[in-house]
């Protein structure tokens, strides 16, 4: 493994891909489209994950300065149609890095199910401000909801200028379906997911089915809930998005998280909406791209 500071593009590539004109790499089917950079990165605890920048659209809207991270659900990764699709979106009015957390898709390591993907968003977060960027939105669903939200307490401003560390704050957070507490079971298709990152069938399942790879130990310690993370993002502007037929997460989740921030965050609750990206039509994904815009505006 190189050295380096965390988010440093690595030389290693788990799969390289050719080269085309200016540096930048062909897509695969499905995947970033033609003139994306493709990377590899380093996060602080060693892990490489696989990124993808993608340049703005160049409409009269976009800001060059801006740039969206945007953060899957659990077994996603970052060549999947919705999450492109997003990307897509997002791109009319920034360039947009998206990534596939440890254990999904081409990235190394192994999933822990929100723990510490806030170092993948960071080193994702970081490699956006070496490319120039001066301002950040993160944009996370379901999984990647909660991550952003614990990503942006760890790293509010004052917190990282303690810790001497530069690069990883966001300017704005989006968090798309997100639980506000850990261990829910209440719904079906948590009783499943529970299932599957707990028992081994259930992880063979995730590795061999789903290109999810999955951590055999549970959390120690556990880290703090997204409904604890959220009263220290302020000031950072913050958005909650969620479907009122959101099959995993019931309505009192984001209730709970937007009560938590003390109304610092705005809620939207979408009617007829089920479920993370899959479930973001194209008008909502050009809603939350106006308002990051927006919101991240000096």
């Known amino acids: 493994m190189s050295q380096g500071p965390a988010g440093h593009v690595t030389r290693s590539f788990i799969r390289p891909e050719p080269e085309t004109a200016g540096g930048c790499t062909e897509s695969s089917p499905g995947g970033p489209p033609r003139g994306a950079l493709r990377r590899f990165l380093r996060t602080a605890d060693g892990v490489t994950i696989d990124?993808?920048?993608?340049?703005?659209?160049?409409?009269?809207?976009?800001?060059?300065?801006?740039?969206?991270?945007?953060a899957h659900g659990f077994t996603g990764d970052l060549e999947r149609?919705?999450?492109?699709?997003?990307?897509?979106?997002?791109a009319q009015y920034a360039a947009v890095v998206t990534f596939s957390f440890r254990g999904h898709g081409a990235s190394g390591g192994r999933s822990t199910v929100g723990d510490r993907e806030v170092l993948d968003l960071a080193a994702a977060v970081e490699w956006a401000r070496e490319l120039g960027h001066t301002r950040v939105a993160t944009v996370g669903f379901s999984?990647?909801?909660?991550?952003?939200?614990?990503?942006?307490?760890?790293h509010a401003r004052s917190g990282e200028e303690h810790e001497g560390r530069t690069g990883a704050h966001t300017d704005a957070v989006v968090s798309v379906s997100a639980p506000a507490r850990w261990y829910y079971r209440g719904t079906a298709p948590m009783r499943r997911l529970h299932w599957l990152?707990?028992?081994?069938?259930?992880?063979?399942?995730?590795?061999?089915?789903l290109r999810t790879r999955i951590?055999?130990?549970?959390?120690?310690?556990?880290?703090?809930?997204p409904v604890e993370s959220v009263p220290?993002?302020?000031p950072t502007p913050l958005l909650i998005v969620?479907?009122?037929?959101?099959?995993?997460?019931?309505v009192d989740h984001p209730r709970m998280l937007a009560a938590a921030s003390g109304d610092h965050a705005e809620l939207w609750l979408e009617r007829g909406m089920g479920h993370a990206e899959n479930a973001a039509d194209d008008e909502l994904l050009t809603r939350i791209g106006?308002?990051?815009?927006?919101?991240?505006?000096?």
């Open 242 to 250: 969620h479907g009122d037929r959101d099959g995993y997460f019931p």
């Open 81 to 90: 149609p919705h999450l492109r699709r997003a990307a897509d979106a997002f």
């Open 215 to 225: 951590h055999h130990r549970g959390w120690d310690p556990v880290p703090s809930s």
């Open 51 to 70: 990124a993808a920048y993608q340049p703005a659209e160049g409409a009269s809207g976009t800001s060059g300065d801006l740039a969206f991270v945007v």
């Open 290 to 298: 106006e308002w990051a815009a927006r919101r991240t505006e000096r």
């Open 232 to 234: 220290l993002i302020a």
């Open 197 to 209: 990152v707990t028992r081994p069938t259930g992880r063979v399942i995730g590795r061999y089915g």
């Open 143 to 154: 999984m990647g909801g909660s991550v952003v939200l614990r990503h942006a307490a760890l």
